[in-house]
């Protein structure tokens, strides 16, 4: 059975910051690309950030960040704990969502059609 388990939402007051994470298992977690999504109330799931299973290949690094991020969010993976991480700072209320993780044994697929989605968890951003 398949599992991804995110923890490490809450709340937060603007300009702060949270670090996500995504623990696996039911996957060979090293062979699989991994993101995550989020979605705020009214609003569809957007793309957050993705990592491929080998970070760097020969054009470099294979991670990716939605337009949104503007360098204040870092995702990164460790495969010795089958999990996936997203440092977020600089949090604004535009960043209130649920935060899903997602695996894909694709790097294109985790950001278009992921094979596994996690349960989410809350982060809100409030004064």
């Known amino acids: 059975q398949v599992q991804l388990v995110e923890s490490g939402g809450g709340l937060v007051q603007p300009g702060g910051s949270l670090r996500l994470s995504c623990v696996t298992s039911g996957i060979t977690f090293s062979n699989n690309a991994m993101g995550w999504f989020r979605q705020a109330p009214g609003k569809e799931r957007e793309f957050v950030a993705s990592?491929?299973?080998?970070?760097?290949?020969?054009?470099?690094?294979?991670?990716g960040y939605g337009d949104f991020v503007k360098g204040r969010f870092t995702i990164s993976r460790d495969n010795e704990k089958n999990a996936v991480f997203l440092q977020m700072n600089g949090l604004n209320a535009e960043d209130t969502a649920m935060y899903y993780c997602?695996?894909?044994?694709?790097?294109?697929?985790?950001?278009?059609?992921?094979?596994?989605w996690g349960q989410g968890t809350q982060v809100t951003v409030s004064s």
């Open positions: 997602a695996a894909s044994r694709s790097y294109v697929g985790v950001r278009t059609s992921p094979e596994h």
């Open positions: 990592i491929n299973y080998n970070i760097w290949n020969a054009h470099g690094p294979n991670i």
